[in-house]
């Protein structure tokens, strides 16, 4: 991946119109960001209270970013017309799309998979790199964590209020578990940016632009383990992904730009296994069974290869750009892999001479990927504005499309597949969305 941290900065696109344009500025930005910020509880109530939208709202009329279209000099409509034919998607590899767009599944986009159901502006989402785009995690339908600048924030939905879980603009504490053991914390870090994050149960790893490794116990103060993984000089962490190993033990995987893939163990945050490839990794999956991994990075072709040698199985040939997000179906038969080219292919394991679906996003490169726990929906984010939803019971040829504005900085499912969570990072109208999963002879959603 490209390692332009001073050009790209903090909040870094894939195109060059950043937020929105000079126009919505002057009506927003106008009022001064700092008289938002305020650390008193019934202030932050009270903006809540203007700057939230629940489905009630939405379904009176307004706007589920709260952007008060009425108020500017162009519709919505027209807006979006102009995002789309000035966005220009970033690639590392300029190579002609002709044959591509010929091997495109056609889907319809009628479909209404996931109902609006909230979003906040309480907690802004962020992001440090402008290629990764995985620091949104849902641990439950009411449990969500995100990145927001320096800190790593945890959402109640239920309570809709937000709480810090970890600070790395700083020193870190070590949990009173780790104090006895000094190794687990590489002291002198400084400053962190956090480039990406993973959650499952309750144990948070978040991936540094420098290499560093920085993993917290939910349930425990203090961070359990902070270092450097590697002294590269191009160490940026692409990655992480917890699962469980085959032998019942739970480990992570990270990827890194110095072109290798490390394995710990997430008790004693050893590593126990490291795979190396000729090109920077940007992404990782393991199979269902724990037997396969799928490896994408700076690289056309991606790879599947044997989880316990990290050696090449097959080849994975179609993509034309580098690739930054892969997901396993649940039923460990199916893969997705998202590239730059502004697709997400389908791959039968059992048949990888060629993909199985070509799914095109609208404008920009395929960033993150994510399945539900049940196998029916595929969530497809691009870098700003859209997110796809698959049907994949009908084999990919149904969608919905969440049309939104601003860069997304991740997408994420809830366990229990009840709720879709969008951060989108933007100056003004940062935030996270909420969708709900709509089933048969659903209850209306009422007051809130």
Same mark, same amino acid.
């Given at each position: 991946m490209a390692q332009y941290q001073e050009e790209y900065g903090n909040m870094?696109? %894939? %195109? %060059?119109?950043?937020?929105?344009?000079?126009?919505?500025?002057?009506?927003?930005? =106008?009022?001064?960001?700092?008289?938002?910020?305020?650390? @008193?509880?019934?202030?932050?109530?009270?903006?809540?209270?203007? @700057?939230d939208t629940t489905a009630l709202q939405a379904r009176? =009329?307004?706007?589920?970013?709260?952007?008060?279209?009425?108020?500017?000099h162009f519709t919505r409509e027209s807006y979006r017309e102009t995002r789309l034919q000035q966005y220009k998607n970033y690639e590392n590899l300029n190579r002609p799309h002709d044959e591509l767009d010929k091997e495109c599944?056609?889907? $319809?986009?009628?479909?209404?998979?996931?109902?609006?159901?909230?979003? *906040? $502006?309480?907690?802004?989402?962020?992001?440090?790199?402008?290629?990764?785009?995985?620091l949104v995690w849902a641990t439950s339908k009411h449990d969500v964590y995100l990145m927001s600048n320096y800190s790593v924030m945890h959402w109640c939905s239920l309570k809709r209020k937000s709480t810090e879980v970890l600070n790395v603009a700083g020193p870190l504490t070590p949990s009173r578990e780790v104090e006895k053991n000094p190794w687990a914390i590489q002291h002198g870090l400084g400053r962190i940016q956090i480039s990406t994050m993973?959650?499952?149960?309750?144990?948070?790893?978040?991936?540094?632009?420098?290499?560093?490794?920085?993993?917290?116990? &939910?349930?425990?103060?203090?961070? @359990?383990?902070?270092?450097?993984?590697?002294?590269?000089?191009?160490?940026? *962490?692409?990655?992480?992904?917890?699962?469980?190993?085959?032998? =019942?033990?739970?480990?992570l995987m990270t990827s890194n730009n110095d072109s290798v893939v490390r394995i710990f163990d997430t008790e004693t945050f050893s590593v126990v296994g490291r795979y190396f490839y000729p090109w920077a990794v940007n992404h990782t999956s393991v199979s269902?069974?724990?037997?396969?991994?799928?490896?994408? =990075?700076?690289?056309?072709?991606? &790879?599947?290869?044997?989880?316990?040698?990290?050696?090449?199985?097959? *080849?994975?040939?179609?993509?034309? %750009?580098?690739?930054?997000?892969?997901v396993w179906h649940p039923d460990g038969r199916y893969f997705a892999t998202g590239n730059q080219d502004t697709t997400c292919r389908i791959w039968d394991v059992r048949? &990888?001479? @060629?993909?199985?679906?070509?799914?095109?996003? $609208?404008?920009? !490169?395929?960033?993150?990927?994510?399945? *539900?726990?049940?196998?029916?929906?595929? !969530?497809?984010?691009?870098?700003?504005?859209?997110?796809?939803v698959f049907d994949v019971r009908r084999n990919y040829k149904q969608c919905q499309e969440i049309d939104l504005f601003g860069e997304i900085s991740g997408v994420s499912f809830s366990p229990d597949t009840e709720s879709l969570f969008i951060g989108v990072a933007d100056r003004t109208y940062g935030s996270l969305l909420e969708y709900d999963r709509r089933h048969v002879n659903q209850y209306l959603d009422y007051m809130i």
């Open positions: 870094g696109d %894939d %195109d %060059d119109m950043g937020d929105f344009d000079d126009d919505v500025d002057d009506v927003f930005h =106008g009022r001064g960001r700092g008289d938002m910020e305020t650390d @008193s509880d019934e202030d932050v109530d009270v903006l809540r209270k203007y @700057s009176h =009329g307004k706007d589920i970013q709260g952007i008060p279209w009425e108020r500017l599944q056609e889907f $319809r986009k009628d479909g209404k998979f996931y109902d609006f159901h909230y979003n *906040t $502006r309480s907690v802004k989402s962020t992001f440090v790199h402008f290629q990764l785009r995985n993973c959650v499952m149960d309750n144990l948070m790893v978040a991936g540094g632009f420098e290499g560093e490794l920085v993993a917290k116990n &939910l349930d425990s103060h203090g961070v @359990s383990y902070c270092a450097k993984v590697t002294r590269d000089e191009n160490a940026i *962490t692409n990655a992480i992904e917890i699962y469980d190993s085959a032998s =019942g033990t739970k480990q269902p069974d724990k037997k396969l991994v799928v490896v994408v =990075g700076d690289n056309v072709d991606g &790879l599947l290869v044997d989880h316990q040698t990290g050696k090449a199985v097959d *080849t994975l040939r179609g993509h034309l %750009d580098f690739s930054f997000a892969s048949n &990888l001479s @060629s993909s199985l679906t070509v799914l095109k996003g $609208r404008m920009g !490169a395929i960033r993150s990927l994510r399945f *539900t726990a049940d196998g029916s929906f595929l !969530a497809m984010a691009e870098p700003a504005d859209f997110v796809h």
